[in-house]
């Protein structure tokens, strides 16, 4: 997957098996979604590349699966709470370089019982 820049063969979720690669992918259908989401998301906690994942999920608008440990529904919520418009009318979109991604994913971890839905 040479378009994502390298940073996914670091991934924690690059070598699970495809029962744990399904995770990430939590069928809503079957019940058990906010479980496996979770076991995404603890999976992600951990991983090198976390602030690499959430980044490229945000800038592609990532509509499917837990990525960065996030769900869409969270990173439509991301996109919609750090921007804003500067005095000149651009939009600042807050989470455009990896290092605000990472100040992201530290406001994701000191809410989580909050933001995880």
Same mark, same amino acid.
């Given at each position: ?10 991934? /924690?979720? $690059?070598?699970?098996? +495809? $029962?744990? $690669? ?7 259908? !079957?019940?058990?979604? *906010?479980?496996? &989401?979770?076991? &995404? =998301?603890?999976? %992600?906690? +951990? %991983?090198? #590349?976390? /602030? @690499? %994942?959430?980044?490229? /999920?945000? #800038?592609?608008? @990532? ?7 996030? +769900? ?6 991301? =996109? =919609? *709470?750090? $921007? /804003? !418009?500067?005095? @000149? ?11 605000? %991604? #990472? ?5 994701? =971890?000191? +809410? *989580?019982?909050?933001?995880? *839905?």
């Amino acid at each position: 997957m040479e378009e994502l820049n390298g940073w996914w063969n670091d991934g /924690a979720c $690059k070598g699970l098996d +495809s $029962k744990k $690669k399904d995770w990430f992918y939590p069928d809503k259908e !079957t019940g058990d979604g *906010k479980r496996r &989401a979770n076991r &995404a =998301r603890d999976i %992600c906690n +951990s %991983c090198p #590349v976390i /602030a @690499e %994942c959430l980044h490229d /999920a945000l #800038v592609r608008n @990532e509509q499917f699966g837990i990525w960065g440990m996030t +769900s869409p529904r969270q990173r439509l919520d991301i =996109r =919609r *709470k750090y $921007k /804003a !418009t500067n005095m @000149e009318g651009d939009i600042i979109r807050y989470y455009e370089t990896i290092d605000e %991604c #990472v100040n992201i994913i530290n406001d994701i =971890r000191r +809410s *989580k019982g909050r933001m995880m *839905k």
